[in-house]
């Protein structure tokens, strides 16, 4: 019997690396589906925010997975940003999200953020773009004025610019009809190319290192930017995929497999968000 079983794990690993980097991981995402619809990393129960990535990611490679809706429906959004990601990973499934976008459209402040902060902001507009609404002139000002002097944008006011941030107000911006060559994403694209590394990889913060996740949405930026981010940051991602189809975080650490995979799944099928 165990014989048998070191044979079967091995024909797995053997048919994910034969196959496309793209269908290995849809195969190692799938894989992470529990019971109750949700996704969990290996020895965890499912996680909320876990399964919308993963909603997402295998919704970009078109498989997006039976039995997460209902899952997702019945948790909790403590944050602006939990309900902004169930919202897009519901569409995402094709569920109704109108009292969902309603709840979020009643977080907008006076000063036209979405939520508390810059984040929360550029994935609302990201959001209620998903849901067919329009995020409203006072709230692309609020995050166009969010913009640093360098390019880029950071998690809140105050914070260091970092590529993840810059990446979601670039594709927030065009979800609002910024034009690709108006100057904010101009700057914007260029901040993200001063975080690529000769490894192909981007980094979160100058210094850091590349990481996949860092270049799946920074590749997703300039995808919504009608742009190509170049072979070198796939080649990147290629390098970092795992014989059994997930990613490691980056070339010393392999946390959070599921995660990774599901946040690298949209940039690996050429897609951006929120998911047309």
Do not use: C
């Amino acid at each position: 019997m165990k014989f048998l079983l070191a044979a079967l794990a091995a024909l797995a690993l053997a048919g994910a690396a034969q196959a496309g980097p793209l269908d290995s991981a849809v195969r190692y995402l799938e894989a992470r589906q529990q019971d109750d619809g949700g996704f969990a990393e290996r020895g965890h129960p499912s996680d909320p925010g876990l399964t919308a990535w993963a909603v997402l990611g295998l919704a970009a490679a078109g498989r997006p997975p039976a039995g997460a809706a209902e899952y997702l429906t019945g948790e909790s959004y403590p944050a602006a940003t939990d309900l902004e990601l169930r919202i897009l990973a519901l569409v995402a499934l094709g569920q109704d999200v109108a009292p969902l976008a309603d709840r979020l459209e009643a977080l907008r402040r006076p000063s036209g953020a979405l939520g508390p902060s810059l984040n929360s902001t550029a994935w609302g507009m990201i959001a209620l773009s998903a849901a067919g609404r329009p995020a409203g002139d006072a709230t692309v000002a609020f995050l166009l004025a969010g913009q640093a002097p360098g390019g880029g944008w950071s998690w809140q006011a105050g914070a260091g610019p970092d590529s993840n941030d810059t990446a979601a107000a670039v594709e927030a911006l065009r979800t609002a009809g910024v034009p690709v060559r108006a100057r904010p994403i101009r700057r914007a694209l260029a901040f993200l190319r001063s975080l690529q590394n000769p490894d192909g990889g981007f980094e979160l913060e100058p210094g850091r290192g590349s990481d996949v996740q860092s270049t799946a949405w920074a590749i997703q930026a300039f995808l919504a930017a009608g742009q190509d981010a170049g072979a070198p940051a796939y080649a990147y991602l290629r390098r970092m995929q795992r014989a059994d189809g997930s990613f490691r975080y980056n070339a010393r650490y392999a946390v959070t497999p599921a995660w990774v995979t599901a946040q690298a799944l949209a940039a690996l099928a050429r897609r951006a968000f929120p998911l047309a």
